[in-house]
């Protein structure tokens, strides 16, 4: 009886909560984790989607596959005997990618924080400017946007028009040559800075007006406020945007795809590592070796996620006294 | 002698703040110029889209609205945009209904395990989709669901957009408690609580949440592209991208710029209709973008 009421009990305590919590719950257990033990599991075979009866455990031949080029293998034999060929476009993925994320999140970031302190000044009409740079963020992820960035920098497009009645010839077309095709992906990156700014504009505001008037006082000029208040104060914001940039940077895909046209561009010259994997899945339905590839990328950004975290606080301040 | 300081850091002032506004305003018109280009040139006939960099058009033609709105195999946008809008309707109804109710449990309810479930679903927040992307296609597909829009609906009504769940939870943490102490004293059940009490006074977080959660079903392509195989469920920007050849080619230019000028309508409209919410939404949990 006793014992009883003790079940009674507990499930008095909570049944209200995981009643609630229940459609969160099940979509978690259904899908996320059992997702992810599956393609955990799948990256160590050779899946095919077309013929998943022939599956067979490969160990670590898929991230062989990815990485065999670095230690001058182009095919090797699996723990099943058969032979495998490296996958040569995998480390050009990685460096289209990494220079993406490296070189478009800081650019995007600095533009952020060089707009957002231009407006916050006792300026009239700020809200209405504010809208206006955030267009290109509410509009840039889009399909739509990725074919008009087609038009702007293709040999004939509106940019090569504009520079050709300035007096240029000879002009490349920007998509089209593999040296120039992934910087206009960074510019398009760039161009979508309106998060990143009205997230320091909200962290800007805070900082209250009497730390630039007393050292001014003092007299350092608005360079040394910048590196003295500005930058510390803004610190813990500069820190959030800069993971959640990164994060979703080496995630990006839709402007990959649409400028290539479903391929990596000329050259594989803006190979994004999800359009890698995405080719891989479900152009050639490798989907073993795309799990393997998609453990790889959370991998990749865990792993700099949590330096940027560790060495955070040489650089992050929380504020510690007045 | 004051006084003339004065004036004269007053006029200091205007001047500073007429160059600073003028600054933000040739900036801003680069920045909107390929939008404005992109629109302008829609109605431009095909033939000029390619020679004219302007905005001022020479001639006016609805052409390109005529043939872009034709579609793809015989479908045309109207149904694309039909398609799009019940995806968005649909999505919008399970975030609130999923979304809300986790976030309830997390911020409000007492319950064993709930600081454990709450972190995991602060780690999923961060978690890169792709590695439950294979797996949840094999599934979908065993359920025979590739092809149709309960790959993308479905999870919308199990609380997967973790950074909704996240909003809500800050929001009603912001919601004071004596509100709820006060109807469970009137006998209010936890229920009762939900319904009564947190979702009225949530009104603004809802409202965020149903506004981003129909920006990123538009907008959203990749996995428009993974499930929605057949031409006449296709969503607007799975449409889109038919204008693009494989190589990347575009053989009706005119008629891609007419149906991506219509397909950025309505987020201009929720926009500048919601503008602060989009302010609330970007700055409690940094939405992505």
Redesign the interface.
């Given at each position: 009886m006793r014992k009883m009421s003790g079940i009674v009990k507990f499930l008095r305590n909570n049944a209200a909560g995981y009643m609630f919590l229940a459609p969160w719950l099940l979509g978690f257990l259904v899908l996320t984790l059992y997702p992810m033990i599956y393609s955990l599991w799948l990256g160590f075979t050779n899946y095919n989607f077309t013929k998943p009866d022939a599956t067979q455990w490969i160990g670590l031949g898929n991230y062989v596959k990815m990485f065999g080029p670095v230690f001058g293998l182009s095919e090797f034999t699996t723990s099943t005997g058969d032979m495998m060929r490296i996958d040569p476009y995998y480390l050009k993925s990685l460096s289209v990618t990494f220079t993406y994320v490296f070189v478009s999140v800081p650019l995007k970031l600095i533009f952020a924080l060089a707009v957002a302190m231009l407006m916050n000044q006792k300026l009239r009409g700020v809200a209405f400017y504010r809208a206006v740079y955030y267009i290109p963020t509410l509009l840039g992820g889009s399909v739509a946007i990725a074919v008009l960035w087609r038009k702007l920098f293709e040999k004939d497009g509106l940019l090569n028009m504009f520079l050709g009645t300035l007096g240029f010839t000879n002009l490349p077309g920007w998509i089209t040559n593999p040296k120039y095709a992934l910087w206009t992906l960074v510019l398009l990156t760039v161009w979508q800075f309106g998060s990143s700014m009205i997230i320091f504009l909200a962290g800007l505001k805070q900082i209250p007006q009497e730390y630039y008037e007393a050292a001014a006082v003092d007299g350092a000029n608005k360079v040394r406020q910048f590196f003295a208040i500005t930058i510390p104060l803004l610190s813990p914001v500069i820190l959030f945007n800069l993971v959640m940039q990164m994060i979703s940077a080496f995630q990006a895909f839709t402007q990959a795809y649409i400028i290539g046209g479903g391929r990596g561009g000329v050259l594989n010259s803006t190979l994004f590592y999800t359009l890698h994997l995405y080719i891989q899945g479900w152009a050639y339905r490798e989907m073993g070796y795309a799990s393997a590839m998609a453990w790889v990328l959370l991998l990749i950004i865990g792993v700099l996620t949590a330096i940027v975290l560790r060495t955070s606080n040489l650089w992050v301040s929380y504020g510690t006294g007045e | 002698m004051e006084r003339e300081n004065n004036v004269k850091t007053g006029t200091r002032t205007r001047i500073r703040?007429t160059l600073?506004?003028l600054?933000?305003?040739i900036?801003?018109l680069f920045?909107?110029y390929?939008?404005a280009?992109?629109s302008i040139s829609s109605f431009k006939p095909n033939n000029m889209?390619?020679?004219?960099?302007g905005l001022i058009p020479k001639t006016v033609t609805l052409e390109n609205y005529v043939t872009g709105w034709k579609g793809y195999a015989g479908t045309t946008f109207g149904r694309f945009f039909a398609n799009s809008l019940f995806m968005c309707a649909v999505a919008i109804i399970g975030n609130l209904?999923?979304?809300t109710?986790?976030a309830?449990?997390?911020a409000r309810?007492?319950?064993?395990g709930?600081g454990f479930?709450f972190a995991?679903?602060m780690i999923?927040l961060?978690?890169?989709?792709?590695?439950?992307?294979?797996?949840?296609?094999?599934?979908f597909n065993t359920f025979g669901w590739v092809g149709t829009y309960l790959p993308i609906l479905v999870?919308k009504?199990?609380?997967?957009d973790a950074f909704f769940?996240f909003l809500l939870v800050q929001f009603i943490r912001s919601l004071p408690k004596e509100l709820d102490e006060a109807a469970t004293i009137d006998g209010c059940s936890?229920?009762g609580v939900?319904t009564r009490i947190i979702l009225p006074n949530a009104v603004p977080a809802l409202v965020t949440t149903a506004l981003f959660t129909f920006?990123w079903t538009?907008?959203d392509?990749?996995n428009h592209?993974?499930y929605l195989t057949k031409p006449e469920t296709f969503s607007v920007?799975?449409a889109?991208?038919t204008?693009?050849?494989?190589?990347?080619?575009?053989s009706n230019?005119g008629g891609?710029?007419a149906?991506?000028?219509l397909?950025?309508i309505p987020?201009?409209i929720l926009?500048?209709s919601l503008?602060k919410y989009?302010?609330q939404g970007?700055?409690t949990t940094?939405?992505?973008?």
């Amino acid at each position: 009886m006793r014992k009883m009421s003790g079940i009674v009990k507990f499930l008095r305590n909570n049944a209200a909560g995981y009643m609630f919590l229940a459609p969160w719950l099940l979509g978690f257990l259904v899908l996320t984790l059992y997702p992810m033990i599956y393609s955990l599991w799948l990256g160590f075979t050779n899946y095919n989607f077309t013929k998943p009866d022939a599956t067979q455990w490969i160990g670590l031949g898929n991230y062989v596959k990815m990485f065999g080029p670095v230690f001058g293998l182009s095919e090797f034999t699996t723990s099943t005997g058969d032979m495998m060929r490296i996958d040569p476009y995998y480390l050009k993925s990685l460096s289209v990618t990494f220079t993406y994320v490296f070189v478009s999140v800081p650019l995007k970031l600095i533009f952020a924080l060089a707009v957002a302190m231009l407006m916050n000044q006792k300026l009239r009409g700020v809200a209405f400017y504010r809208a206006v740079y955030y267009i290109p963020t509410l509009l840039g992820g889009s399909v739509a946007i990725a074919v008009l960035w087609r038009k702007l920098f293709e040999k004939d497009g509106l940019l090569n028009m504009f520079l050709g009645t300035l007096g240029f010839t000879n002009l490349p077309g920007w998509i089209t040559n593999p040296k120039y095709a992934l910087w206009t992906l960074v510019l398009l990156t760039v161009w979508q800075f309106g998060s990143s700014m009205i997230i320091f504009l909200a962290g800007l505001k805070q900082i209250p007006q009497e730390y630039y008037e007393a050292a001014a006082v003092d007299g350092a000029n608005k360079v040394r406020q910048f590196f003295a208040i500005t930058i510390p104060l803004l610190s813990p914001v500069i820190l959030f945007n800069l993971v959640m940039q990164m994060i979703s940077a080496f995630q990006a895909f839709t402007q990959a795809y649409i400028i290539g046209g479903g391929r990596g561009g000329v050259l594989n010259s803006t190979l994004f590592y999800t359009l890698h994997l995405y080719i891989q899945g479900w152009a050639y339905r490798e989907m073993g070796y795309a799990s393997a590839m998609a453990w790889v990328l959370l991998l990749i950004i865990g792993v700099l996620t949590a330096i940027v975290l560790r060495t955070s606080n040489l650089w992050v301040s929380y504020g510690t006294g007045e | 002698m004051e006084r003339e300081n004065n004036v004269k850091t007053g006029t200091r002032t205007r001047i500073r703040h007429t160059l600073t506004h003028l600054f933000i305003i040739i900036l801003g018109l680069f920045m909107i110029y390929p939008i404005a280009w992109m629109s302008i040139s829609s109605f431009k006939p095909n033939n000029m889209i390619f020679s004219d960099p302007g905005l001022i058009p020479k001639t006016v033609t609805l052409e390109n609205y005529v043939t872009g709105w034709k579609g793809y195999a015989g479908t045309t946008f109207g149904r694309f945009f039909a398609n799009s809008l019940f995806m968005c309707a649909v999505a919008i109804i399970g975030n609130l209904i999923s979304c809300t109710m986790a976030a309830y449990a997390f911020a409000r309810l007492k319950f064993a395990g709930r600081g454990f479930w709450f972190a995991i679903m602060m780690i999923t927040l961060m978690l890169p989709g792709h590695v439950t992307l294979v797996p949840r296609y094999i599934l979908f597909n065993t359920f025979g669901w590739v092809g149709t829009y309960l790959p993308i609906l479905v999870p919308k009504f199990l609380a997967t957009d973790a950074f909704f769940v996240f909003l809500l939870v800050q929001f009603i943490r912001s919601l004071p408690k004596e509100l709820d102490e006060a109807a469970t004293i009137d006998g209010c059940s936890q229920v009762g609580v939900f319904t009564r009490i947190i979702l009225p006074n949530a009104v603004p977080a809802l409202v965020t949440t149903a506004l981003f959660t129909f920006l990123w079903t538009w907008d959203d392509f990749f996995n428009h592209l993974l499930y929605l195989t057949k031409p006449e469920t296709f969503s607007v920007s799975r449409a889109l991208r038919t204008f693009v050849g494989d190589a990347g080619a575009v053989s009706n230019w005119g008629g891609a710029l007419a149906m991506s000028t219509l397909s950025m309508i309505p987020a201009f409209i929720l926009f500048f209709s919601l503008q602060k919410y989009f302010v609330q939404g970007i700055t409690t949990t940094g939405l992505k973008g």
